[in-house]
């Protein structure tokens, strides 16, 4: 039999008063997804992230965890872990003492999880003395002890350097390729694009998309590309021959780029065009990524160039 879904939540409610966070939320997470939740500002993404960790019980609606309905008690069911408005953590004790406290609760070695996110080197300083991206590696490395099958991170990229970024996606990435599901927000699109392969897009407590990130690339719409190429006035013309269209440039605009507006068929009618009649492409580009694209679409959003 298949496993379940790690996450099955149908028509989920939360108010505080008269504020509606989630209104009527429909998404699934099967086990080994990486799921990204984005949203604006005041969305719901939190609220909804707290109900999978059950810091709070939804008004309404059916909400399973891997397989079991949640109930009214405010603890996480086994195999669930995670954090929303940052990591709790004893900013006197050292990394280790923070890990050994909670330890007690889980199975998973302090040691081994302080090695996988990179913090070994500065398990016995204190935690006063960490920068927001530590904190936040410490936040996952508390919430890998008990080796979770559901794992749920508020914004786990926030404070993270390049590096820093690119060791915790190495990390969920292998946990994912274990088995676990992970649902976590970000305002970063470039971040979801890079680590997950499925997204639900909140709008004022309403799901506005879920489902895989291909569904949301620019076949469905058109996007707005940066054109450089060796000869513009050249194609200018050709660009005049194909189904896509010329954006008016912005004063600021490099008079050597078009702007290009193009479904992906069109874009690769003009590329060949371009090339058919000697016109180099130096480069092309979306201005904002199909997935930053929906995004402000879906969330009634402007984009900016
Ligand atoms: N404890 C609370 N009491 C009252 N209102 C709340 C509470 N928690 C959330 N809200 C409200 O519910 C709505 C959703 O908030 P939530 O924090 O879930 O959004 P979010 O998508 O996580 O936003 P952000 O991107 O700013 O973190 C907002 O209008 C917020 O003001």
Do not use: W
């Not at 397989?67 to 086994?78: E, S, Y």
């Amino acid at each position: 039999m298949d496993a379940p879904l790690a996450v099955r939540a149908r028509g989920i409610t939360k108010c505080f008063g008269d504020v509606v966070a989630l209104d009527g939320i429909d998404f699934d997470v099967a086990p080994g997804r990486i799921h990204g939740l984005a949203g604006p500002n005041g969305a719901g993404k939190t609220t909804l992230l707290g109900l999978l960790l059950s810091l709070a019980v939804a008004d309404e609606g059916r909400l399973e965890i891997l397989g079991a309905p949640v109930g009214r008690a405010l603890t996480a069911p086994d195999g669930v872990s995670g954090f929303v408005d940052g990591p709790g953590l004893y900013p006197s004790l050292t990394a280790r003492q923070n890990l050994a406290a909670l330890a007690k609760l889980g199975g998973h070695p302090v040691g081994d999880v302080l090695e996988q996110v990179g913090l070994a080197d500065v398990a016995d300083d204190r935690v006063r003395g960490f920068s927001l991206g530590m904190r936040q590696r410490l936040g996952l490395a508390a919430a890998l002890l008990t080796s979770p099958r559901l794992l749920v991170l508020d914004e786990p990229a926030n404070g993270l350097d390049p590096a820093g970024k690119k060791h915790v996606h190495g990390v969920l990435e292998r946990l994912a390729a274990a088995g676990t599901a992970v649902v976590l927000s970000s305002h970063r699109m470039d971040d979801l694009e890079a680590l997950c392969t499925e997204v639900t897009i909140l709008a004022t407590g309403r799901v506005a998309f879920t489902g895989p990130l291909a569904e949301l690339s620019a076949e469905n719409g058109e996007l707005e590309y940066r054109l450089r190429t060796s000869d513009p006035a050249a194609a200018r013309r050709v660009i005049e021959e194909t189904r896509a269209s010329i954006v008016p440039p912005e004063p600021r605009t490099d008079p050597e780029v078009l702007l290009v507006r193009a479904k992906v068929p069109a874009l690769d009618e003009l590329v060949r065009r371009l090339v058919h009649t000697g016109v180099a492409v130096r480069e092309l580009a979306p201005v904002v990524s199909p997935l930053e694209a929906a995004f402000l679409a879906l969330t009634g959003q402007e984009a900016l160039r």
